[in-house]
């Protein structure tokens, strides 16, 4: 049965940053939040006092990108077909990666990504989204790409601060997505690839485990936490470290 791919779009004004120019109006994106998420600190430093943390260089990244772009390729494939993905298919996953112009500009960094204005709270939140689904009720389904060298199972565990990054993160685009007035489906997905490490021979390559990870989305920590972000960005003085942030142990000031 073939999947209709066509969803209309709601026009949101100052939905899209690089067409807004009111100065009052401040960008926050996943990573921003996350950082608020690890460390109030640290992000009050650097988005009001403008002293950058100290974090991996963006290089040591650079082979988790080049898998997220293989598997947009790939599942771009599958995408102008209007068919599912052999893995869909493996996780009785009833949907088709979506066929929409939009994902192209929301997948983009350097447009923003997918952005809404909070007028509540003076912000707008963007996020770089890699993939989207469509279910035959016309949901759409989230879908982030991740790669990891983890030799332990992969689980969505709350005990994990693997699993807790990740799933906030899958809430934080469900929240934008719902916001722009689109129907998204309840359950979103982690396409996970791990590298397999115990081969007798490099050989020049590296083979990868991909499975498919469900998860049940809660956004519901998004409004409140947007909340104490105005609240942290509003403070005259530096918040307290926080107890478990790297970067707070050895830092003085």
């Given amino acids: 049965m073939k999947i209709n791919t066509t969803i209309a779009i709601p026009k949101i004004l100052g939905s899209n940053l690089s067409r807004y120019s009111q100065k009052n109006i401040f960008l926050l994106s996943w990573s921003k939040i996350n950082l608020f998420l690890q460390c ?9 006092l403008q002293i950058k943390r100290p974090g991996f260089d963006p290089e040591t990244f650079c082979l988790q990108n080049v898998i997220d772009e293989l598997w947009k390729r790939e599942f771009d494939q599958y995408r102008e077909k209007n068919e599912p993905h052999p893995l869909m298919l493996q996780n009785n996953i009833d949907a088709v990666p979506l066929n929409s112009k939009i994902l192209k500009e929301w997948r983009n960094y350097k447009t923003g990504g997918i952005q809404y204005k909070d007028q509540k709270n003076g912000f707008i939140l963007s996020g770089v989204i890699d993939d989207l689904w469509i279910n035959p009720k016309g949901e759409l389904i989230i879908v982030d790409y991740k790669t990891t060298t983890m030799d332990r199972a992969i689980s969505l565990s709350n005990s994990t601060k693997w699993a807790f990054n990740n799933k906030r993160q899958l809430g934080f685009y469900n929240y934008i997505l719902k916001k722009r007035g689109l129907k998204v489906s309840p ?3 982690f396409v996970v690839s791990k590298v397999i490490k115990d081969k007798p021979l490099f050989d020049q390559r590296l083979e990868f485990e991909s499975s498919i990870l469900p998860y049940t989305i809660d956004d519901l920590w998004v409004e409140r936490t947007l909340v104490d972000i105005f609240n942290c960005l509003a403070l005259t003085n530096l918040p307290e470290p926080t107890r ?3 970067v707070c142990k050895f830092t003085l000031n």
């Fill in 187 to 189: 359950v979103g997905y």
């Fill in 244 to 246: 478990y942030c790297a």
């Fill in 40 to 48: 109030p600190r640290c992000f009050y430093k650097e988005q009001v």
